[in-house]
């Protein structure tokens, strides 16, 4: 992920794989949207990605990276 200063504007979102609509769960600053991510279940964490102007990167690599 490029962009990742803590006040960066970012969309959170589940993707489920086999509904092939995302479900935005926050727009905001990345510090937020990571506070957002990590109080859902693990199940739903699996499908979370994590969107800047310029990138995109599924949270769970963003956290063990």
Do not use: C, K
Not at 12 to 40: H, I, K, N, S
Not at 47 to 52: N, R
């Amino acid at each position: 992920m490029r962009t990742t200063a803590a006040s960066s504007g970012v969309r959170l979102y589940y993707l489920d794989e086999g509904d092939p609509v995302a479900r935005t769960l926050f727009y905001g600053p990345l510090t937020e949207a990571l506070m957002v991510a990590a109080e859902q279940p693990a199940e739903i964490q699996n499908g979370l990605w994590i969107a800047t102007h310029d990138d995109v990167v599924a949270y769970l690599d963003m956290i063990e990276g």
